[in-house]
């Protein structure tokens, strides 16, 4: 629609909207969390949550116990491989649509256990990462700033379309393959289909 | 507290067959430890807890050492007649010293109010004869301590109340702690690789030309 009609029609007292930006501005004011944190990060999760910071602000603070009635995971913390399947388990549990946000220098990379033999170097090896926050631990503004960046990325999607979200889209993949334990290391060691090691440049 | 010669004397009185040997450490702390023989290794530590004069009875940390093969090598000097002249000639002296795992205990006393007394135990080898006998049933506290020093270090603790892996998953094979440990080429893009990390990141890169 014509925005200057739409700035005109609002003078009479007409409101006119999209379906698409009224369901989108409906599902990103109301983004609730899986309550897990997994390390040193999560404190600051739970400080973001709380009065001084207030996430509720945004519509986020139902943290829910439960993987069914949660929209985001926020991997707040160092994922050990040994957790590592029990978080891409979690995450396939989630009703779509979800999102995820990768709160740390851990769970972005493995930060400063990545030379490690017993840290995954990044979730985002399994599943697909919306946003990655860096800092060790992020303050609770740059956990704000990253929900946010996930508010217009909601804000963003289109409802049809090649580009519509996983969830709209029922030949998307919203499953995805959990790691085993292997005898040397977690198997697959990265799940292809979402992430590849970035070019060797020397 | 005694000294570490008068507790290592009265160790080899209490218990007949028993063995002690003081350890000597080179580095600033100085803190010596007691080597004792593994199979005697329980009735020492319970001695060490009921002994009236000691009662060391809290044992603060467990932990595992890995001694790879290697070879030594010793300066020493020797007195030599070179052209009727004589003279001190440095000899270099080489020992293959076998590898081995050793547990390492740090024991205080709540009730006497001192300590540290650290004891050792060693294997006898690194691959078949790695068993040492458990300090659990003495200090209950090391029972996870030595659950960790099993899944990092490969030391089979006899008489452990439950010997699993603690911070591995039960299917690991590898002891991630040991020097000769390979871990899987999982190399990540680093902007600046340096020492270890240089080496790594070289050593992949050729791998990934040869693909």
């Known amino acids: 629609m014509d925005e200057g009609l739409k700035s005109e029609l609002q003078k009479q007292g007409v409101f006119t909207t999209t379906l698409e930006s009224l369901y989108n501005w409906g599902r990103l004011n109301s983004v609730w969390p899986l309550q897990f944190g997994l390390a040193c990060c999560a404190i600051e999760m739970i400080a973001t949550t709380m009065a001084r910071y207030d996430l509720a602000r945004f519509g986020a603070e139902v943290f829910r116990p439960s993987p069914r009635q949660a929209d985001l995971m926020i991997v707040a913390g160092t994922v050990t491989k040994k957790m590592a399947p029990q978080v891409v388990r979690l995450y396939n549990q989630m009703g779509e649509p979800k999102y995820v946000i990768a709160m740390g220098a851990c769970a972005i990379s493995g930060g400063p256990f990545k030379q490690g033999y017993n840290v995954l170097k990044g979730i985002d090896r399994y599943i697909p990462v919306d946003v990655h926050i860096p800092g060790c631990p992020p303050r609770p503004e740059a956990l704000i700033h990253a929900f946010m960046t996930l508010q217009q990325k909601i804000s963003d999607q289109r409802l049809t379309g090649a580009q519509r979200p996983r969830h709209l889209n029922a030949d998307a993949q919203s499953e995805f393959p959990v790691p085993k334990f292997g005898e040397h290391d977690l198997e697959p060691a990265s799940n292809a289909d979402v992430w590849s090691a970035p070019a060797f440049v020397r | ?211």
């Open chain 2, 1 to 211: 507290m005694e000294t570490l010669e008068q507790i290592k004397a009265r160790i080899e009185v209490a218990i007949p067959g028993a063995s002690a040997t003081i350890i000597p450490n080179d580095s600033p702390s100085a803190q010596r430890s007691l080597l004792v023989d593994c199979g005697h290794g329980l009735a020492v530590a319970k001695f060490l807890r009921d002994d009236a004069e000691l009662k060391l009875d809290y044992c603060s940390n467990a932990t595992g050492v890995d001694w790879p093969e290697a070879e030594l090598t010793e300066k020493f000097k020797v007195k030599q007649v070179v052209d009727g002249v004589e003279k001190e000639v440095e000899e270099l002296k080489k020992t293959l010293r076998p590898g081995y795992l050793e547990a390492v205990y740090h024991l205080y006393s709540m009730a006497k109010k001192h300590g540290p007394v650290i004891i050792r135990l060693r294997t006898e080898n690194r691959t078949d004869k790695n068993h040492l006998p458990s300090l659990t049933p003495v200090w209950r506290g090391c029972e996870f301590q030595e659950r960790e020093i099993f899944d990092l270090y490969g030391i089979v603790f006899d008489g452990h109340p439950d010997l699993r892996r603690i911070l591995m998953w039960d299917g690991f094979k590898d002891f991630p702690m040991r020097r000769d440990y390979v871990e899987p080429d999982d190399y990540e893009y680093e902007p600046t690789p340096h020492d270890d990390v240089l080496l790594k990141s070289k050593q992949h890169g050729e791998q990934e030309s040869k693909v």
